[in-house]
């Protein structure tokens, strides 16, 4: 069982920065794909970022976010830069233990552990 707790959402002007913080419980932390979620009001759950097979980003922050992890510390970061009011959402991290087997990062189905979100609010 991990549990996964996110932290730094907060108001932001656009065009700032913001860094979101994962910490995950457990001693096999490094064998997991790590992503990012973000989920808007009235909006489906929808892919931001993943470190599992490398990184790989949503096409809409490419370039702007960037996933990272520390293994000693069993945490994963998401650096935000040039926010956007698009932005605006609730952004979860999400661990999948199965990666190897199967690798469909952009789905949420594929993930086995979430943390409960953190907001992240960006005005114009």
């Known amino acids: 069982q991990v549990q996964l707790v996110e932290s730094g959402g907060g108001l932001m002007q656009a065009g700032g920065s913001l860094r979101l913080s994962c910490a995950a419980s457990?001693?096999?932390?490094?064998?997991?794909?790590m992503g990012w979620f973000r989920q808007a009001p009235g909006k489906e759950r929808e892919f931001v970022a993943v470190?599992?097979?490398?990184?790989e980003y949503a096409a809409s922050v490419k370039g702007r976010f960037t996933i990272s992890r520390d293994n000693g510390k069993n945490t994963v970061h998401l650096q935000m830069n040039s926010l956007k009011p698009e932005d605006t959402a609730v952004y979860y991290c999400?661990?999948?233990?199965?990666?190897?087997?199967?690798?469909?990062?952009?789905?949420?189905?594929?993930?086995?552990?979430w943390g409960q979100g953190t907001q992240v609010t960006v005005s114009s």
């Open positions: 999400a661990a999948d233990r199965d990666y190897y087997r199967n690798y469909a990062p952009n789905l949420p189905v594929e993930y086995d552990y």
């Open positions: 457990g001693r096999t932390f490094s064998m997991y794909a």
């Open positions: 470190d599992g097979f490398g990184t």
